[in-house]
């Protein structure tokens, strides 16, 4: 199996002209997390998230804007995540009838213009569990990614989340509660990232829809 890389991302909503407010990557080392700010002052972000994690290496950086977020994440996936060993994962990052991080990432480098940066192997977590695993409760079907990750998971990562639900990161973007905000995407991520590895555990190879995020094929 490929090595996995979670990833999650925070917008400021859904809508095409909504922006990426967070994006984070669980690596096998450790957490990468870039944050914007919209120009605003955000203190030392990386102290206070390192303060709630002691027991996880993470690195956060502040950007002033949205397309110098993203081009940070160019530059990262490029340097640490461009490699024929790594596959990137995320929970209904992008699904065969949708999907929401990798559609909306596309639209937002589309619209600055940027060249789309994740030339790497990419699959979907919520299938696999969706289709492999038993996660009814009360007769439904949990499809959330913290409702999964409470019947499949350990439960250890969601004492890291301040939030109940991903709509309140919108309203700590919006307050500038950076710290926070973070605290959350490392949660999402470390569960995907956790997720990851059980559905790896105890489900095939070949249930992973593996599929290529490269925009162009190469010559050759």
């Given amino acids: 199996m490929l090595e996995q890389v979670a990833f999650d991302i925070e917008t400021t909503g859904f809508d095409v002209d909504d922006e990426v407010t967070v994006v984070g990557f669980a690596m096998p080392m450790g957490v ?10 955000a203190g030392d972000v990386e102290a206070s998230v390192k303060a709630r994690l ?39 990052g992008e699904v065969w009838n949708g999907g929401f991080d990798l559609p909306f990432l596309r639209s ?8 789309w940066p994740f030339d790497v192997a990419y699959a979907d977590v919520l299938p696999v569990v969706s289709d492999r695993f038993n996660t009814t409760v009360d007769g439904e079907e949990q499809r959330g990614l913290a409702a999964v990750y409470e019947l499949l998971g350990d439960g250890s990562h969601s004492d890291i989340d301040p939030f109940a639900d991903s709509a309140a990161a919108v309203t700590a973007f919006e307050e500038g509660r950076f710290d926070e905000l973070v605290l959350h995407n490392v949660a999402d991520i470390l569960r995907t990232q956790a997720l990851g590895r059980v559905a790896e555990r105890y489900c095939g190879k070949a249930e ?13």
Avoid: C, W
């Fill in 32 to 41: 990468r997390v870039f944050v914007q700010t919209a120009g605003r002052t």
């Fill in 54 to 92: 002691s027991e996880t290496l993470v690195n956060v950086s502040t950007h002033t804007d949205e397309a110098a977020l993203l081009a940070a994440v160019a530059t990262f996936v490029r340097d640490r995540i461009h490699d024929a060993e790594t596959l990137l994962i995320a929970f209904n």
């Fill in 108 to 115: 937002r480098y589309a619209a600055r213009e940027m060249a």
């Fill in 208 to 220: 992973f829809n593996v599929k290529s995020l490269t925009a162009t094929r190469k010559p050759g």
